[in-house]
């Protein structure tokens, strides 16, 4: 290993054999967006060997102010795919591959299996409810963050060992009050700083540090007040196997307005 | 009394991050809350005592800490 990781090495919680582990890592990101583009970047340059992008959306012009892997130029062009070349080109260390589609069952399946993390920076309930259960379903742990306006909340999840989104929120809001970015706007650094957040979680989780229990966190960034919940391990809830996974209807699970 | 923080959604629908409310149990703060903002019995929300999660009603006592915290989706 050259220097290139050198000050990451120096650090006594990473050293080379913190560093190969990272090297070796295989972390999935779904979503190339706001939260996509600086997650990426984050764990790239720290030195994530292997990292697949899955994204079935093309760059839009409202996206660049807070989406930085991309550019004028790239407008109309995929995502995923724009994402990973940038990431081969800029770093000898990284092996990047693209997946330019929705996240669906199957596909979901295939890339966990051979994950070691997943990142979940989509902005819909759907795929944040399949990334949960098929992590549950294969053991994975996985990183969520959104934000809300100036807020951001933010977790990794364990939900093999009983601490999964369903537990945290085991009826979906309807959708119509959860409002997102396209409806209510954002101010570019929230979501950069959540998808570093995410990175953060991701990279410690990796190295076998960091954390103190199942725990959801909250950053206000307009006050910097962070709050903390702990929460106590349950059994999952969802999916019971695979084959129910495959059939179980994520968008009528987050659709339906008529939840008590 | 006990103290009620209100994140994201819940603290635009109630106009303020923080409340002081003198109730017995989250299921009436819940209610109380759903009574008096327009648009928050709509919503859903983990809630927490003393940064604990929990799922089922539960018993406040004077300086209880409540969080109620919605999902988010932006990204």
């Not at chain 1, 742990?141 to 990794?156: G, M, R």
């Not at chain 1, 369903?166 to 706007?185: A, D, K, Q, Y």
């Not at chain 1, 910097?224 to 699970?253: H, R």
Request: some cysteine.
């Amino acid at each position: 290993m050259d220097s290139y990781f050198q000050r990451q090495i120096q650090l006594p919680e990473i050293g080379t054999k913190g560093q190969q582990r990272l090297l070796d890592a295989k972390v999935l990101v779904v979503g190339a967006g706001g939260l996509g583009c600086p997650a990426l970047m984050q764990l790239a340059a720290c030195g994530v060997g292997h990292l697949s992008v899955v994204d079935f959306d093309v760059v839009e012009l409202n996206n660049l102010h807070r989406q930085w892997l991309f550019s004028r130029s790239d407008l109309g062009k995929r995502k995923a795919e724009i994402a990973a070349d940038l990431l081969n080109n800029q770093f000898a260390h990284v092996v990047a591959k693209s997946y330019n589609c929705e996240l669906n069952g199957d596909l979901a399946i295939k890339l966990i299996r051979d994950a070691d993390l997943v990142l979940d920076c989509t902005d819909n309930l759907s795929a944040r409810y399949l990334i949960d259960d098929v992590c549950a379903l294969l053991d994975k742990p996985w990183v969520h963050a959104s934000v809300s306006k100036f807020n951001v909340q933010y977790a990794l999840f364990l939900p093999g060992q009983g601490f999964s989104y369903r537990n945290l929120f085991p009826v979906p809001p309807n959708p119509l009050t959860v409002l997102g970015c396209n409806r209510e706007g954002v101010l570019g650094v929230v979501p950069g700083l959540a998808g570093t957040l995410q990175a953060n979680l991701a990279l410690q989780h990796l190295l076998g540090f960091g954390g103190d229990g199942f725990k959801v966190h909250h950053l206000n960034t307009l006050s910097s007040e962070g709050y903390s919940i702990a929460v106590s391990p349950k059994p999952y809830s969802g999916p019971a196997d695979i084959s129910q996974l495959l059939t179980y209807d994520y968008s009528a699970f987050c659709n339906n307005f008529e939840k008590p | 009394m006990v103290k009620v923080l209100l994140f994201g959604q819940l603290a635009e629908i109630c106009g303020q991050r923080l409340l002081m409310l003198d109730l017995p149990d989250t299921q009436s703060v819940s209610a109380r809350l759903s009574a008096a903002f327009p648009g928050f019995e709509k919503q859903v929300f983990a809630i927490a005592v003393n940064q604990q999660l929990v799922s089922e009603n539960t018993a406040l006592s004077a300086g209880d800490e409540l969080a109620l915290m919605p999902p988010y989706s932006g990204g």
